[in-house]
């Protein structure tokens, strides 16, 4: 198990450093720099004075020299760069940032978790029943709902039609916390705001969880040793969560795995849509405005997330599964 | 199994009513909370483009002159406005000029430190220094002597003659105690300056705290010395990118006021005819401001079908322009007849107008050897079919709109229309700044209320290989008339005469036609019903140029 890690690891390295290439030629390789864009707002902009803020700005060095300045001072001073369109360090906008992406991922997480393994697991134990069917319709409607629309939705009837007792919203239509609040993250002020982002961002995989945990239980529940549970007269939620469950639960492990770097994308259109501050939002501005420092530290972080979730999926799995191995 | 379900009931109540009870606090009227789809970058005037960010800072810092909402001057900082009538601004032999500042006295910066003549000699030298990457340097880069008279008055000597010399330098004024040393490590210390920290402002708010993504709170600056002082004790701007939930938190009553960079004109129209059917926000209002942003369309005049001007008009001819702006803007935007919006001094309503007829238009096409070929489609002597391209911003929506309206309309005088959109930063890095359009493009231009027309349209401005794509002449109009306008309004000092110059060349320009002017947009905002003297501009001064006299009715 060891060797494979380390074998592992090493692969990533050539990998990302390709990937960093890539990202950064690609970026390149796209019209229009931010100078180009400030002169739409003001005509009367010279020729000097462009090509004067494009030499401050670095704008007009080419695609080598470029890549290698950002990587020399990533790689050996570890300074990810100033932001042109934030006038702030990468690393401060990240780390800004960073924190609430990973406070909204984790709550939609654990959020789909809660909801979906129940229904997963009550689905299957009741299959075909008319609660099953009405289940199962939800799931695809969820599924086919654009979480935009979601999300815009769940606002009109929160924040909107919902009224609380002194007349404002029911739950706040968008942001991170109260004006001046210093409250800590779980407290109530805090967490109204966090419940239907995580929801929103949370409702593919709580239907695409639901039905996977269905199907996976209804395959365990009709395996033999069940059946020899159940004969050993064991009760049934011993039965269920005891053996079955656990067995189901093995390619869910890796489902959950390669979910944590999808959250990170998709979260960019929740965060859009309830003004919440995070990286998603974060990596669409940063590449709509052509900053490069910003996007290649958003870019080579997601990409770093897909490399290391499928590690820590196959990881995950030998651990859970003793019948697997790795050499 | 029923304990199980009675205990899920429980908690499912219990939370409801603990959402219920729990509610957010009635409306404060020692704030205003002010909505913006957009963060400014920075709050570094001198190095932001963003308009979101001329909206944030409008009331944190003061300037020599401040223009109001019929785009008035007025003396803010300076005791007047310098005019070649009451002295302070002298012409001289050999075509150089002298302007005179006089300050107010005892204006203070916020550490309560009093401005003085060296804080605009500092900021003057910022502008300048090439390593900083301050764009904006028009009127700076004529000064070539900054003489200081004493503590309250400087004079700026200008190298030539210049009709925009009396409106102060191109930036606000910052502090020379603070930036200084700032200042002298470089540039990226400049640009890294943390303005929630250092002592920047000089204007009747200043910064309290800035949380990034979510909110700007400016509280009343309590050493500010000007003669309007804070009404309301705090200001806060509230960032929401997504122009839906921007008005969902405006119809939650969760804002005050919308600014202009915020709702799209359908959301206001949307907004608008809600209030009035007194469905929901009936506490509120929106306002429709004209603004100096101009849609139309460029021509490529090198094309040898466009160099013709009977060409142009007859495209111009032949398209509804009047129908097209009922229908698409209710009337709010209305169409316009050259590149001046009303508001603007030099503005001529007395120019040739093209209103919609295809007769003409078919008329004038037959005179430039167009006729209609089998297939309905207008042909030269040389067989070519007048298919025409057109660019814009693909994902603007009214734009295409736009395309597809304009497309219908010329069908009916033989013109195709092929539509080609591109994403912004190709319309804006390649297409248009460097001519690669074959015949059109169709974008707006955004100018202040002293715009005037050398930069987009005297032919030294025509975009080239040769000088590096320098220039925003994107039409390529060559008109010596035109030429010789544009460089007197330059120079001329006397304002009656300018605007005759502005006149004619508007007239000129009409009859030429190098692009199709098609309609003045609308700042779109939106203020609740209570909230006294909140007045729109229309133009790059923010909305907030008059925040401190903002009030709570009631």
Same mark, same amino acid.
């Given at each position: 198990m060891?060797?494979?890690?380390?074998?592992?690891?090493?692969?990533?390295?050539?990998?990302?450093f390709f990937l960093s290439i890539l990202i950064f030629l690609i970026m390149f390789l796209m019209p229009g720099d931010p100078i180009d864009m400030m002169v739409m707002g003001n005509p009367n902009l010279k020729a000097e004075d462009i090509a004067r803020l494009k030499k401050v700005w670095g704008f007009d060095d080419p695609f080598p020299l470029r890549y290698y300045k950002w990587l020399r001072q990533a790689v050996l001073h570890g300074d990810l760069g100033f932001s042109y369109h934030w006038k702030v360090p990468v690393i401060q906008i990240v780390g800004e940032r960073l924190p609430n992406t990973l406070v909204l991922m984790t709550a939609s997480l654990l959020l789909s978790l809660l909801i979906a393994v129940p229904l997963g697991i009550f689905s299957a134990r009741r299959q075909y029943s008319f609660a099953d069917y009405l289940l199962t319709v939800f799931a695809f409607i969820g599924q086919a709902m654009p979480t935009f629309w979601f999300g815009l939705m769940m606002i009109l009837v929160f924040s909107i039609f919902l009224k609380n007792s002194s007349g404002g919203p029911l739950l706040p239509p968008g942001g991170m916390m109260d004006i001046g609040s210093t409250a800590s993250i779980f407290s109530w002020g805090r967490l109204k705001y966090l419940i239907m982002p995580a929801f929103v961002l949370g409702l593919h995989n709580i239907t695409s969880w639901m039905r996977f945990i269905r199907s996976t239980m209804l395959e365990v529940i009709n395996q033999d040793y069940i059946r020899t549970a159940r004969a050993k007269g064991l009760k049934e939620r011993v039965v269920i969560y005891k053996h079955a469950f656990r067995n189901a639960m093995i390619p869910m492990i890796t489902l959950l795995a390669m979910s944590i770097p999808s959250l990170?994308?998709?979260?960019?259109?929740?965060?859009?849509?309830?003004?919440?501050?995070?990286?998603?939002?974060?990596?669409?501005?940063?590449?709509?405005?052509?900053?490069?420092?910003?996007?290649?530290?958003?870019?080579?972080?997601?990409?770093?997330?897909?490399?290391?979730?499928?590690l820590l999926a196959d990881i995950m799995y030998a651990v859970v599964d003793p019948r697997v191995r790795y050499d | 199994m029923k304990k199980r379900l009675a205990i899920t009931l429980t908690m499912v109540l219990v939370l409801a009513l603990a959402l219920i009870a729990n509610g957010f606090a009635a409306r404060n009227l020692k704030e205003i909370i002010i909505g913006m789809a957009q963060e400014p970058d920075t709050l570094n005037n001198m190095l932001s483009d963003m308009s979101a960010t001329s909206q944030a800072v409008g009331g944190l810092t003061d300037d020599l002159l401040e223009?109001?909402?019929?785009? !008035?001057?007025?003396?803010?900082?300076?005791? &007047?406005?310098? %005019?070649? =009538?009451?002295?302070?601004?002298?012409?001289?032999?050999?075509?150089?000029?002298?302007?005179?500042?006089?300050?107010? !006295?005892?204006?203070?910066?916020?550490?309560? &430190?009093?401005? %003085?003549? =060296?804080?605009?000699?500092?900021?003057?030298?910022?502008?300048?220094?090439?390593?900083?990457?301050?764009p904006s340097r028009e009127v700076s880069e004529l000064i070539e002597k900054f003489e200081i008279k004493d503590k309250y008055t400087f004079v700026l000597h200008f190298k030539q003659l210049y009709h925009l010399a009396n409106l102060g330098l191109d930036y606000n004024p910052i502090p020379k105690h603070i930036f200084e040393p700032i200042v002298k490590s470089g540039a990226k210390a400049f640009a890294e300056a943390d303005f929630t920290k250092v002592a920047f402002e000089n204007g009747p708010y200043m910064v309290k705290e800035w949380v990034r993504g979510s909110h700007l709170v400016t509280v009343a600056n309590p050493k500010y010395a000007g003669s309007e002082k804070a009404k309301v004790p705090t200001v806060i701007f509230r960032f929401i990118s997504n122009t839906n939930t921007l008005m969902a938190n405006l119809l939650a009553g969760a804002v005050d006021m919308l600014n202009p960079v915020g709702l799209t004109?359908?959301?206001?129209?949307?907004?608008?005819?809600?209030?009035?059917d007194q469905k929901r926000a009936t506490d509120y209002t929106v306002q429709f401001t004209t603004a100096l942003t101009w849609e139309h369309i460029d021509f490529n005049l090198d094309n040898p079908w466009l160099k013709d001007k009977r060409v142009r008009q007859a495209l111009v001819y032949g398209i509804d322009r009047q129908a097209m702006v009922d229908a698409l803007f209710e009337g709010k935007q209305f169409v316009s007849h050259s590149y001046l919006p009303p508001k603007h001094y030099g503005y001529n309503p007395n120019v040739k107008q093209y209103e919609y007829n295809p007769t003409k238009a078919v008329e004038l096409l037959a005179a430039a050897g167009w006729k209609k070929g089998s297939d309905g489609i207008m042909e030269n002597a040389k067989g070519e079919k007048m298919i025409l391209t057109i660019h814009t911003t693909a994902g603007n929506a009214v734009r295409e709109k736009v395309e597809m309206i304009i497309k219908d309309q010329w069908k009916k005088i033989g013109v195709e229309l092929k539509i080609e959109n591109v994403p912004s930063t190709v319309l804006f890095g390649d297409i248009s700044p460097m001519r690669n359009f074959e015949h059109m493009t169709m974008y707006a231009w955004t100018s202040p209320p002293t715009t005037n027309p050398y930069g987009l349209w005297d032919s030294s401005q025509?975009?080239?290989?040769?000088?590096?794509?320098?220039?925003?002449?994107?039409?390529?109009?060559?008109?010596?008339?035109?030429?010789?306008?544009?460089?007197?309004?330059?120079?001329e000092l006397d304002e009656k005469k300018r605007i005759a110059l502005f006149h004619e060349h508007q007239v000129l320009w009409a009859e030429?036609?190098?692009?199709?002017?098609?309609?003045?947009?609308?700042?779109?905002?939106?203020?609740?019903?209570?909230?006294?003297?909140?007045?729109?501009?229309?133009?790059?001064?923010?909305?907030?140029?008059n925040v401190q006299n903002w009030s709570w009715a009631n």
């Open positions: 060891q060797r494979y890690l380390i074998r592992r690891i090493l692969q990533m390295i050539p990998l990302l990170v994308g998709g979260a960019t259109l929740t965060e859009t849509v309830f003004a919440w501050n995070g990286i998603g939002r974060m990596t669409y501005d940063s590449v709509m405005n052509k900053d490069y420092s910003v996007a290649m530290a958003s870019l080579m972080f997601s990409a770093i997330m897909v490399v290391v979730g499928n | 223009r109001d909402a019929n785009w !008035k001057l007025f003396p803010q900082m300076a005791t &007047k406005i310098p %005019t070649i =009538e009451n002295g302070l601004w002298k012409v001289l032999p050999g075509e150089k000029m002298q302007v005179t500042w006089q300050l107010k !006295k005892g204006l203070r910066w916020r550490d309560g &430190k009093e401005i %003085t003549a =060296e804080d605009f000699k500092f900021t003057w030298e910022v502008i300048m220094n090439d390593d900083l990457g301050v004109l359908d959301q206001g129209l949307a907004l608008d005819k809600m209030i009035r025509i975009p080239t290989a040769e000088n590096s794509y320098a220039g925003q002449n994107r039409p390529g109009w060559r008109n010596a008339k035109s030429d010789e306008l544009c460089r007197a309004i330059l120079k030429e036609l190098p692009a199709i002017p098609l309609y003045f947009r609308v700042d779109v905002s939106a203020t609740h019903k209570s909230l006294k003297n909140v007045m729109p501009t229309g133009n790059t001064t923010p909305i907030t140029w």
